[in-house]
């Protein structure tokens, strides 16, 4: 029996911090896929969906926000945990990307610690869903 590699996706139109998190999750084990963009990641998604998508709110092009709430609409990634990230710490903006869908809300910076335990925790409740 072979056990599938974790793999995470990452969504972000900062290149820097694109690296940041693939570097945190590629050093725990998990095969990492990039987009630098929201269509870019549902396709990479729906296509090999992950365990955990890191997406950031604020883009080009579709907002993370539309992102998220199309990622959510396909079953096939019911069990993929969505952790939102964005340098902004409002609460309109926190509650509105949990209502559409994301499993939890990282507001930037913060540490390659905080990304993974909060990627674990909502990864491991979503595989715990029926």
């Known amino acids: 029996m072979t056990i599938s590699k974790l793999k995470a996706l990452i969504i972000d139109d900062d ?7 693939e570097v945190v999750f590629q050093r725990n084990g998990f095969d990492v ?3 630098g963009e929201g269509s870019e990641g549902i396709q990479q998604a729906i296509s090999n969906p ?15 926000f539309e992102v998220c709430k199309m990622l959510r ?9 969505i952790v939102v990230t964005s ?16 499993d939890a809300y ?9 990304l993974l335990d909060v990627a674990k925790q909502h990864m491991n409740k979503r595989a715990s869903q029926s």
């Open 50 to 64: 992950p365990h955990v998508i890191i997406l950031d709110i604020m883009m080009e092009g579709l907002h993370g």
């Open 15 to 21: 290149p820097s911090l694109r690296r940041f998190s």
């Open 73 to 81: 609409a396909d079953s096939s990634l019911n069990k993929t945990a």
């Open 87 to 102: 340098g902004k710490s409002y609460k309109p903006d926190i509650d509105k990307a949990l209502e559409l869908g994301a």
């Open 106 to 114: 990282l507001v930037k910076p913060f540490s390659p610690k905080e």
């Open 33 to 35: 896929q990039i987009a």
